[in-house]
């Protein structure tokens, strides 16, 4: 069974530092997604970045990148610059051949001034 | 705004009632997923359809069920409902393809008294 382990059920960080968010996963499949979502407090899942299994660099999406390290099987999002407004639940999520999507728990994020 | 659409957007109803909620992908995709968030279980996947057939089961309850249309949009049906069905239900719409990235619709919060 496929499963998402995020650790840091919460995070503080200073506006404008970067922050790391682990995510790490377990799964058979050879072939897989991964996927970073944010949830502010209006409650609304807004995705951020995606990565497959086979893509062998990092992907980035402005601000968001994730460090994507295979043998590990850990998918971080590390958020540069943090803004005020990052301040969220942050899940990590993956899809393999079963077309079951696996979310972790998440990681709230708190951005202080 | 994500493109996705779910009604309505806020539901209070009884204990033993019966509720459905809808949801409309974006345009161009196939593939529909519906999920549970609640604070003890987190967001779990119920069931995915796609072009009108059921693809993949999750935790979804017996007394849950749901349904993809011909013009693809889908219902999520919720009978004898209990406490404990108190949740924010969202519908996820994608192309289809595996791995692919989900858009989340903005929620149904039901409240179940």
């Known amino acids: 069974a496929q499963k998402i382990t995020q650790t840091q059920p919460g995070m503080f960080v200073q506006e404008k530092e970067a922050v790391t968010l682990d995510c790490t996963y377990d799964t058979s499949d050879q072939s897989y997604g991964l996927f970073w979502y944010k949830q502010p407090s209006s409650g609304e899942m807004i995705f951020l970045i995606y990565q497959g299994s086979y893509d062998e660099q990092n992907a980035t999406e402005g601000r968001y990148s994730l460090n994507f390290q295979k043998a590990r099987k850990s998918a971080n999002l590390v958020i540069s610059a943090s803004q005020l407004g990052d301040s969220a639940m942050y899940f990590c999520?993956?899809?393999?051949?079963?077309?079951?999507?696996?979310f972790g728990r998440g990681t709230s994020l708190i951005v202080h001034p | 705004d994500s493109g996705v659409t779910q009604t309505p957007k806020h539901l209070i109803t009884a204990t033993g009632q019966r509720v459905t909620l809808r949801c409309s992908p974006r345009?161009?995709?196939?593939?529909v997923y519906w999920y549970q968030q609640s604070l003890d279980q987190g967001l779990q996947f119920l069931i995915q359809y796609y072009n009108g057939e059921e693809r993949a089961k999750g935790n979804i309850l017996e007394r849950f069920s749901a349904q993809q249309f011909p013009d693809l949009h889908s219902e999520l049906n919720l009978s004898s409902l209990e406490l404990g069905d108190s949740a924010l239900y969202f519908c996820?719409?994608?192309?289809?393809?595996?791995?692919?990235?989900?858009?989340f619709g903005p929620g149904t919060r039901l409240l179940v008294l």
């Open positions: 345009s161009g995709d196939l593939s």
């Open positions: 996820a719409s994608s192309v289809g393809r595996i791995q692919e990235t989900q858009y």
């Open positions: 999520a993956q899809m393999g051949g079963s077309y079951i999507p696996t």
